[in-house]
C-alpha cells in the first residue's frame, strides 16, 4: 500500500527506514512492504533453484536472484524495486548494491495485502523499462500471467498444472504444480 505523500521520496529515503522494513520506491512513490507468506517463500526458493540450475546446466551468462535484491529499474533516485526473482544476462548491470537497470526476466509472487501493484504499478513499469519478460504468480487462484515484452506479445494466463514457457529460454517451461 503506499504511503500518503505531501512530497516525492527518493532512495536515501528508503535507505533511512529502520532496520528490517522493507519498502519499494516507484516514481517517488514508498511502497512499504508486509512480510511474506511461507507459499510466496517456498515459491522464490523453487524458482531460484529450478532456473539457477537451468542456467548452470546450460553455462549461461544470466544470474538469478531471489529477494531482498535491489533493483534500480531506471538508473535514478526515485525507483528502487526488490522483485521476487530477477534475472539478469547482462553483467555490467550488476554492481554490489543490486542492479541498475532492468533485468531481462521478473517474478512476482502476488501479495494478498497489494495485488493491484503487481497487475498494474509494476506492469506498467516495467514494460516502460524494457524489462524482456514479467511473470506475476497468483497463489490464491494458482494462475500466472506471462507478458513476453520482447516479442511484443499479449499477455498469457497459465495454470499452475501446466508447462509455462519461458519466453528468454526456448527450450525452458515450468510446471509450478511440480515445484510444491
Not at 173 to 179: E, G, H, M
Request: with cysteine; hydrophobic share 35%.
Amino acid at each position: 500500500m503506499a504511503l500518503h505523500q505531501e512530497k516525492n521520496y527518493t532512495i536515501e529515503d528508503i535507505y533511512a527506514l529502520p532496520d528490517g522494513q522493507r519498502a519499494e520506491l516507484i516514481d517517488g512513490q514508498i511502497y512499504m512492504m508486509a512480510p511474506p507468506a511461507r507459499i510466496h517463500q517456498k515459491l522464490v526458493s523453487q524458482f531460484t533453484k529450478v532456473i539457477g540450475n537451468y542456467i548452470d546446466a546450460k553455462h549461461g551468462d544470466c544470474e538469478v536472484y531471489p529477494a531482498p535484491f535491489a533493483v534500480f529499474l531506471n538508473e535514478d533516485n526515485r525507483n528502487y524495486i526488490e522483485p521476487d526473482i530477477s534475472v539478469i544476462c547482462n553483467k555490467h548491470k550488476l554492481t554490489e548494491k543490486g542492479c541498475n537497470g532492468a533485468p531481462d526476466w521478473i517474478i512476482e509472487i502476488i501479495s494478498p495485502s497489494d495485488p493491484q501493484r503487481d497487475y498494474g504499478i509494476k506492469l506498467f513499469k516495467y514494460r516502460s523499462s524494457n524489462v524482456r519478460e514479467y511473470w506475476i504468480v497468483n497463489p490464491k487462484t494458482c494462475t500466472v500471467n506471462v507478458f513476453d515484452f520482447e516479442h511484443e506479445q499479449a499477455s498469457n494466463q497459465y495454470s499452475f498444472d501446466d508447462h509455462i514457457p519461458v519466453c528468454i529460454y526456448e527450450d525452458l517451461s515450468i510446471c509450478i504444480s511440480d515445484l510444491l
